[in-house]
C-alpha cells in the first residue's frame, strides 16, 4: 500500500506543479485598500512539501488482492490533500510578497493557511481570486474558507513603514 501512495504521490506532486505554473498572476491587486504591484518572479521557498490521499477501505483491500496496477483506475480527484511551508525573506516596508498560487479543482473544499512572522516588520496574509479580489477581509494571519473552482492566490503584506518581514506560511489545500 505504501508503494501504491507514493507513486501515486509522485504524479500527483508532478500534476500540482504543473498547475501551478500554469495560472495566471494578477499584475496588481488592492489589499487592504492600498496598491500593490505584484512580481510573480519573486517566489518564497517552499521547505516542506507533503501529499496525502484518503483512500477507502474497499480500494485498500482492491490493491492488496490484485496488485499496485488496481490503482490506476481510481478516481483521486478531490482526495488529495496538499500541505506546503514557505518561507519567505526581506519583504519591502509597504510591500507584499505573492506566497502561493494554486488552481482550486474540486467545489466547496478548504484552504487552511497560517502565517507565522519571524520578525519585527508588520505582516498580514491575504487570500485572493485570480482577479486579485479579496477573498477573506484582511488584513489576518490565517485563513480557513472553502472556496469554489477556480484560481486563488496567497499574498503577505508588511505593512511596515520601515522593517523588513521575514516568516512563514503553512498551507493546506484539497485538490
Not at 32 to 52: C, H, K, M
Given at each position: 500500500?505504501?508503494?501504491?501512495?507514493?507513486?501515486?504521490?509522485?504524479?500527483?506532486?508532478?500534476?500540482?506543479?504543473?498547475?501551478?505554473?500554469?495560472?495566471?498572476?494578477?499584475?496588481?491587486?488592492?489589499?487592504?485598500?492600498?496598491?500593490?504591484?505584484?512580481?510573480?518572479?519573486?517566489?518564497?521557498?517552499?521547505?516542506?512539501?507533503t501529499?496525502?490521499?484518503?483512500?477507502?477501505?474497499?480500494?485498500n483491500?482492491?490493491?492488496?488482492?490484485?496488485?499496485?496496477?488496481?490503482?490506476?483506475?481510481?478516481d483521486?480527484?478531490?482526495?488529495?490533500?496538499?500541505?506546503?511551508?514557505?518561507?519567505?525573506?526581506?519583504v519591502?516596508?509597504?510591500d507584499l510578497?505573492?506566497?502561493?498560487?494554486?488552481?482550486?479543482?474540486?467545489?466547496?473544499?478548504?484552504?487552511?493557511?497560517k502565517?507565522?512572522?519571524?520578525s519585527?516588520?508588520?505582516?498580514?496574509?491575504?487570500l485572493?481570486?485570480?482577479?486579485?479580489?479579496?477573498?477573506v477581509?484582511?488584513?489576518?494571519?490565517?485563513?480557513?474558507?472553502?472556496?469554489?473552482?477556480g484560481?486563488?492566490?496567497?499574498?503577505v503584506?508588511?505593512?511596515?513603514?520601515?522593517?523588513?518581514?521575514?516568516?512563514?506560511?503553512?498551507?493546506k489545500?484539497?485538490?
Amino acid at each position: 500500500m505504501m508503494n501504491l501512495i507514493k507513486s501515486v504521490a509522485i504524479l500527483s506532486l508532478s500534476a500540482l506543479s504543473f498547475m501551478t505554473q500554469a495560472a495566471q498572476v494578477p499584475s496588481e491587486v488592492v489589499l487592504g485598500g492600498v496598491s500593490y504591484a505584484v512580481n510573480p518572479e519573486e517566489r518564497p521557498s517552499v521547505v516542506d512539501q507533503t501529499l496525502s490521499i484518503d483512500v477507502t477501505q474497499e480500494e485498500n483491500e482492491q490493491v492488496e488482492k490484485h496488485g499496485f496496477a488496481s490503482a490506476f483506475a481510481f478516481d483521486f480527484k478531490c482526495r488529495l490533500t496538499s500541505k506546503n511551508t514557505f518561507y519567505f525573506t526581506n519583504v519591502r516596508p509597504n510591500d507584499l510578497q505573492l506566497v502561493y498560487t494554486f488552481d482550486q479543482t474540486c467545489a466547496n473544499k478548504y484552504i487552511e493557511a497560517k502565517l507565522t512572522n519571524l520578525s519585527n516588520g508588520s505582516l498580514d496574509l491575504y487570500l485572493t481570486d485570480s482577479t486579485g479580489n479579496e477573498i477573506v477581509d484582511g488584513p489576518t494571519s490565517w485563513v480557513l474558507v472553502p472556496l469554489p473552482v477556480g484560481t486563488y492566490h496567497l499574498f503577505v503584506v508588511n505593512s511596515s513603514s520601515s522593517q523588513r518581514g521575514d516568516g512563514y506560511v503553512d498551507t493546506k489545500v484539497t485538490l
